[in-house]
């Protein structure tokens, strides 16, 4: 089984702060997603980064795939009260994966609250 | 687009009363997942289909549970019997292809008393 493990698990942070989130697996993914989620709603992709070593910026978002193509980070710079949510990482299993061919598999996730 | 829809958004039902889910998936998109969240165990995967056949149905706790899709725009998911333990917020999702960004409804929380 591949498992995705999410770093911290809670964040609470003031306004403008920095921050980063990490998604550690011991396995290899084909790409690896990252997904918001409110509360109330489904989660809702961000990004995705399919090349090892690869960084994308979305705004104040940024993030980096690792080489080996098995970690992951998020980094948010002067965060917002927005930016409050549940935040998924999600690895795509490789083609030799079978029927797990392209299924995610979720990290547990990384609670962020923003104050004011 | 509307995105995908599910339905009911809240179903509280009493133990052992059958319960259905339902789902329409973003059109053109060829694979949709059922999956489960809870605060212990996070987003599960219950069963998924490609071009409305089951792939992968590893995930569904018991016999209990069942999924079908009939046409490429419906899918349903069914409890029955329901117990208290099923009480979670059950997401619908859809993708256009292998390893491509989920599209996810907005849940139907259900609770089962």
């Known amino acids: 089984t591949q498992l995705l493990e999410q770093s911290p698990q809670f964040l609470s942070i003031q306004e403008g702060e920095n921050l980063t989130v990490y998604c550690n697996s011991s396995s290899v993914f084909s790409s690896l997603q990252w997904y918001r989620q409110e509360p109330g709603e489904g989660p809702v992709l961000l990004v995705t980064v399919v090349t090892g070593g690869e960084v994308k910026k979305l705004k104040r978002l940024t993030f980096q795939f690792g080489d080996a193509r098995k970690d992951s980070s998020l980094h948010i710079t002067a965060a917002q009260p927005g930016d409050t949510g549940l935040y998924l990482c999600a690895g795509a299993h490789p083609r030799a994966g079978g029927t797990s061919y392209g299924k995610l598999t979720f990290g547990q996730g990384t609670i962020l609250t923003v104050h004011p | 687009d509307a995105g995908v829809i599910q339905s009911p958004r809240h179903e509280v039902t009493e133990m052992g009363q059958e319960v259905t889910l339902r789902c329409k998936p973003i059109s053109g998109h060829d694979y949709l997942f059922w999956y489960r969240q809870t605060m212990m165990r996070g987003l599960e995967l219950l069963i998924y289909?490609?071009?409305?056949?089951?792939?992968?149905d590893s995930g569904m706790p018991e016999d209990r549970f069942s999924a079908k899709m009939p046409n490429a725009s419906f899918s349903t998911l069914k409890i029955q019997p329901s117990e208290p333990r099923d009480s979670a917020v059950y997401f619908c999702a859809s993708s256009p292809h292998r390893g491509a960004g989920y599209t996810f409804g907005s849940g139907t929380r259900l609770t089962v008393v």
């Open positions: 289909f490609n071009n409305n056949v089951p792939i992968d």
